[in-house]
C-alpha cells in the first residue's frame, strides 16, 4: 500500500471527507432531559478538530412518547434539544468536521435500572423484547404511520440545521431491527411475513420518508446488524442471496451508505468468502458501505460492559481489507471515545501513544 487508505478523501452528494474515518455512534447519556449541552458539543468539536472525517452522533430519538427508556439520552425533537444539536453542528463546523446525527427509536425495551419509565409503554411491532418476554405494546396502522413521519421530521430538522447527513439506526434490536426479525415480528399484516425481505416494510417506508424530506442530494446512511444484544448468533440473511433481498430494496428505497455492525470486523460474514459484512452489502447492492467492528482495540464492545478491559491492537488487516475496495469507511468506536486524538495518532505514526479503554470511560465525557 502506497498510502493508508483511512487518509484517502471521500465523496457522496452532500459528504466531502477529508478521510475514510467515521467515529462510531455511542450512546452516552449526558443529555438530562433529552437536551445535550455544551459539554456535548465540546465532545463532538474536539474530535473533529482532531482529524475524525465524518461524526455520527450518539443515537437521538425522534418524537414519540415512547421512544427512549432513559432520561439521560437526547432528544431529535423540540425546541430546546434542536437548540443545543444546532450548537453541535455549528462547533464541529467550526472545527472542520463534518456530522450527521443518528435518528433513532428505541421499540420495546427493558426498563431503565433508574426506574425511570417514558409516559407511555414502549411500543414495537409485536409489544416483544425478545422471542420470550413481552415488555409492550404492539403498534397499530396509526402509530406505524406516526413514527415514519416522526423519523422524516427528524431527518428535514437535520438538514434544517446544516448536519452534513443523517444515519437511521436499523441495527441492535431496536425498533427498526424488532421489523426485521423473526423473533420480535410476529404480525399478520403487511408489516409481518416469513422472510426478511417481508418484513423490510417498515424499514423501506421510513427510508421512503427520510428521502421525499431530505431530497436526493443530502446523504442518507441506514445502520444494520445480524446479531442482537437479545440474541448474538441472530442472523437476517443466513447466505448473501437472502442478504440482497434484503438490503437491494432498502438501497432502492434511498440508502446511500450501509453501516454494517459486526462484533469483529474481521470476521467473514459467510462461509466460502472472507468478505465481512461491509463487504457482501457493497457487494450485493454496489452501495458504499462503512465497516465496524473492534477497530483499533483487541477485545468487542459489550465486553466494555462487563468491565472488559481492551488494549490498543493492529489496523493490518482493516487496511488490507479497505484496500482491496471491500469497504469505503471505517467507523471506530471506544478507541475515540476514550482519546479524542486516536485519528491525529494514526495519521501521525504515533502508536506508542495509543489508549485502551476500560469501562471507567463510559462514565464521563472527555
Not at 185 to 210: M, P
Not at 307 to 314: F, L, T
Amino acid at each position: 500500500m502506497e498510502e493508508n487508505p483511512l487518509f484517502r478523501p471521500f465523496e457522496l452528494k452532500s459528504l466531502k471527507l477529508k478521510n475514510r474515518i467515521v467515529m462510531a455512534p455511542m450512546t452516552r447519556s449526558f443529555s438530562p432531559d433529552g437536551v445535550p449541552g455544551t459539554n456535548v458539543a465540546e465532545y463532538y468539536s474536539k474530535r473533529a478538530a482532531a482529524e475524525v472525517g465524518l461524526i455520527l452522533s450518539e443515537g437521538t430519538v425522534i418524537d414519540r412518547p415512547s421512544s427512549s427508556n432513559d432520561p439521560n439520552i437526547p432528544h431529535f425533537y423540540g425546541q430546546t434539544a434542536l437548540a443545543g444539536w444546532q450548537t453541535v453542528i455549528n462547533d464541529v463546523h467550526q472545527a472542520g468536521g463534518q456530522m450527521g446525527p443518528q435518528i433513532w427509536h428505541m421499540g420495546v425495551m427493558g426498563n431503565h435500572q433508574s426506574g425511570w419509565l417514558p409516559p407511555t409503554p414502549f411500543e414495537g411491532p409485536s409489544g416483544l423484547l425478545n422471542p420470550d418476554t413481552t415488555n409492550g405494546r404492539t403498534m397499530t396502522e396509526s402509530d406505524i404511520a406516526d413514527s415514519i413521519a416522526a423519523y422524516g421530521r427528524a431527518a428535514a430538522d437535520a438538514k434544517r440545521l446544516g448536519f452534513d447527513c443523517v444515519e437511521i439506526h436499523g441495527a441492535h434490536g431496536y425498533l427498526i431491527d424488532q421489523f426485521f426479525w423473526e423473533g420480535t415480528n410476529q404480525r399478520t399484516d403487511q408489516y409481518g411475513g416469513k422472510t426478511v425481505a417481508e418484513r423490510n416494510r417498515y424499514a423501506i417506508e421510513v427510508i421512503e420518508e427520510v428521502r421525499r424530506q431530505v431530497g436526493d442530494d443530502f446523504a442518507v446512511i441506514l445502520r444494520l446488524s445480524q446479531f442482537k444484544p437479545q440474541d448474538y448468533t441472530a442472523k437476517l440473511a443466513k447466505n448473501p442471496q437472502e442478504m440482497e433481498a434484503w438490503l437491494q430494496p432498502l438501497a432502492d428505497a434511498g440508502v446511500d451508505i450501509f453501516h454494517c455492525s459486526q462484533r469483529r470486523f474481521w470476521e467473514a460474514e459467510f462461509d466460502g468468502s472472507d468478505l465481512n459484512f461491509a463487504g457482501w452489502a457493497k457487494k450485493v447492492t454496489g452501495k458504499a458501505s462503512i465497516s465496524v467492528g473492534s477497530i483499533g482495540l483487541s477485545g468487542e464492545f459489550m465486553a466494555a460492559f462487563r468491565g472488559e478491559s481492551s488494549q490498543p491492537s493492529s489496523l493490518d488487516e482493516l487496511l488490507r481489507l479497505m484496500d482491496r475496495g471491500d469497504f469505503d469507511l471505517a467507523a471506530v468506536g471506544r478507541p475515540l471515545l476514550a482519546d479524542p486524538h486516536w485519528a491525529e495518532k494514526i495519521r501521525e505514526n504515533r502508536t506508542g501513544e495509543l489508549k485502551g479503554f476500560s469501562k471507567e470511560a463510559l462514565s464521563i465525557l472527555v
